[in-house]
T-cell receptor
Framework: NAGVTQTPKFQVLKTGQSMTLQCAQD?????MSWYRQDPGMGLRLIHY???????DQGEVPNGYNVSRSTTEDFPLRLLSAAPSQTSVYFC????????????FGQGTRLTVV | GESVGLHLPTLSVQEGDNSIINCAYS??????FIWYKQESGKGPQFIID?????DKRQGQRVTVLLNKTVKHLSLQIAATQPGDSAVYFC????????????FGTGTLLAVQP
C-alpha cells in the first residue's frame, strides 16, 4: 500500500510564483487535511476536507486554496508564494468519524526566496 | 535535511532506561489525544492514543497517561532503544467528528548508546 503520497518532496519558488502541492491517498479515507510545520513548532492545520466537494479552513488558511474533486486527491495551491510560506507541508488522511487515526505523508519541503 | 528538532526541548536518555515525555494541552473540551513520533525527514507516525474517559492506556513498550484535572499528558517508553530517537508530539482533537488536531511543539528524544 502506498498510503498517503505527496509530491514533490522538495520545491524552491520565487516570491509571487504559484504552485500546487499534490496529495493522494489509496486507503479510501474520506477525511484529508493539510498541515504546515515550522522549525521548533508543532504542525498547524491549514485546510481540511471531510469528503469530496467539501472543504473548510483550519488554523492558518491565508494564502492557500484547496479543492476536493475526488476522494483520493487533495491538492494545496499557493497562488502567490511569500517567504513566510517557507515550511514543510504534510498531508494527512483518516476514516470518518470521531477519534480515528490520521495517516501522514512524507512531507513537501518548500522554500520561497 | 533541516531538522524539525531545532529549538525543541530535548530529553537525553541512556539506552535501556525508561523515558517520560510530557505535554500540556490547551482545550479542556478535547476528548481524544494522540502521541506521534517523527523521525528526521519523515511524516508523523501514530504511536498511541487515549480517549478522555480513560486515564491510562498501554501499548507495546509505551504507556500514555492523561490527567484531565491539570490538562496534562505523558508518554512513557520502556527500555528505550536507539530506534526511539525522534521528535515526539502530542496532539489533541479539537474538531470532534472532523478530527482537527492541535499539535504540541514537540520533544526531541535522544537515546545515547
Amino acid at each position: 500500500n502506498a498510503g498517503v503520497t505527496q509530491t514533490p518532496k522538495f520545491q524552491v519558488l520565487k516570491t509571487g510564483q504559484s504552485m500546487t502541492l499534490q496529495c493522494a491517498q489509496d486507503m479510501n479515507h474520506e477525511y484529508m487535511s493539510w498541515y504546515r510545520q515550522d522549525p521548533g513548532m508543532g504542525l498547524r492545520l491549514i485546510h481540511y476536507s471531510v469528503g469530496a466537494g467539501i472543504t473548510d479552513q483550519g488554523e492558518v488558511p491565508n494564502g492557500y486554496n484547496v479543492s476536493r474533486s475526488t476522494t483520493e486527491d487533495f491538492p494545496l495551491r499557493l497562488l502567490s508564494a511569500a517567504p513566510s510560506q517557507t515550511s514543510v507541508y504534510f498531508c494527512a488522511s483518516s476514516y470518518p468519524g470521531m477519534n480515528t487515526e490520521a495517516f501522514f505523508g512524507q512531507g513537501t519541503r518548500l522554500t520561497v526566496v | 535535511g533541516e531538522s524539525v528538532g531545532l529549538h525543541l526541548p530535548t530529553l537525553s536518555v541512556q539506552e535501556g532506561d525508561n523515558s517520560i515525555i510530557n505535554c500540556a494541552y490547551s482545550n479542556s473540551a478535547s476528548d481524544y489525544f494522540i502521541w506521534y513520533k517523527q523521525e528526521s525527514g519523515k511524516g508523523p507516525q501514530f504511536i498511541i492514543d487515549i480517549r478522555s474517559n480513560m486515564d491510562k492506556r498501554q501499548g507495546q513498550r509505551v504507556t500514555v497517561l492523561l490527567n484531565k484535572t491539570v490538562k496534562h499528558l505523558s508518554l512513557q517508553i520502556a527500555a528505550t532503544q536507539p530506534g526511539d530517537s525522534a521528535v515526539y508530539f502530542c496532539a489533541e482533537n479539537y474538531g470532534g467528528a472532523t478530527n482537527k488536531l492541535i499539535f504540541g511543539t514537540g520533544t526531541l528524544l535522544a537515546v545515547q548508546p
